[in-house]
């Protein structure tokens, strides 16, 4: 079992950045792959980005690449989502997610985090 809590979000101008953690519960935390996903109000789910166990390879949506970085911290049980040139488009609530196998931009992880709300105004 991993729990996962996401921290960081907040209220941020457009253009504005923020960085995103998410703290993982397990020791071998090292051993999983890792996904962001976000929700806007009246829409699904959507992949934001990944990365690997093994060799930290990154994924990312078209409508993040260039702007959001994803990095992991395996001594810290950490991963991290650094958002810069925030739009208002981005606003939703961030989940991070773990699982065994690497899943690139499909969401069938094994564990969620409850969340964090990011917003941006214009």
């Known amino acids: 079992q991993v729990t996962l809590v996401e921290s960081g979000g907040g209220l941020v101008q457009a253009g504005g950045s923020l960085r995103l953690s998410c703290a993982a519960s397990?020791?071998?935390?090292?051993?999983?792959?890792t996904g962001w996903f976000r929700q806007a109000p009246g829409k699904e789910r959507e992949f934001v980005s990944a990365?690997?166990?093994?060799?930290?390879?990154?994924y990312y949506a078209d409508s993040v690449k260039g702007r959001f970085t994803t990095s992991r911290d395996n001594a810290k049980n950490t991963v991290y989502l650094q958002m810069n040139s925030l739009k208002p488009e981005d606003t939703a609530v961030y989940y991070c997610?773990?699982?065994?196998?690497?899943?690139?931009?499909?969401?069938?992880?094994?564990?969620w985090g409850q969340g964090t709300q990011v917003t941006v105004s214009s």
């Open positions: 397990r020791r071998s935390f090292s051993t999983y792959n």
């Open positions: 997610a773990a699982g065994r196998n690497e899943l690139g931009s499909r969401s069938d992880y094994d564990y």
């Open positions: 990365i690997s166990s093994i060799g930290g390879r990154t």
